[in-house]
């Protein structure tokens, strides 16, 4: 990894996210209309509920606030077919090591996902670091092994929480 590619910026913990929800959901439409695809009102708002901050979000937490809204109990297979329809389009990612998801920061360009998650505040941010791709991709091949998909979670203490200890 090249030693002049600053870290992305660690979203501050009191920041509105609101602006990080509009960019999701203009970035979703633009796609969606661009790839001819229906961004339906359930995925729209499920995309809306997992970029409300930069937690991931499991799916029991997006039925339970759906149901929460509607005052009445959503249904799974709605909602799991919403994330299913998001992860295929690349507008979220999953993360196996906490079974949740979190908001694609680059939804336009083609990558694999690369995540640092903090175990105390939860955070997740995405990493923009090809060279992570590439040593892996590299590593394979001198292998003989075929990566199909890569995503790399790291867990630590992001350093917010550092200086709160």
Avoid at 16 to 36: D, K
Avoid at 45 to 56: A, D, K
Wanted: glycine content about 6%; charged content about 20%; hydrophobic content about 40%.
């Amino acid at each position: 990894m090249s030693k002049n590619i600053s870290p992305p910026a660690a979203p501050c913990p009191h920041h509105g996210h609101q602006a990080c929800i509009e960019q999701a959901l203009a970035t979703a439409v633009e796609l969606c209309n661009r790839g001819g695809l229906r961004l339906t009102p359930i995925r729209k708002r499920v995309l809306e509920l997992v970029w409300q901050s930069h937690q991931p979000l499991g799916a029991y937490d997006i039925l339970a606030q759906l149901s929460a809204e509607d005052g009445r109990p959503a249904a799974p297979p709605t909602v799991y077919r919403a994330l299913d329809f998001l992860l295929d389009n690349g507008l979220i990612h999953r993360l196996a090591s906490l079974n949740a998801f979190i908001g694609c920061d680059r939804p336009h360009q083609a990558h694999q996902g690369h995540f640092l998650i903090c175990r105390l505040c939860k955070v997740a941010r995405e990493l923009p670091h090809d060279a992570i791709d590439e040593a892996v991709e590299q590593t394979a091949a001198e292998l003989g092994f075929l990566v199909e998909q890569q995503v790399v979670e790291v867990s630590g203490v992001c350093a917010p929480c550092r200086g709160h200890a």
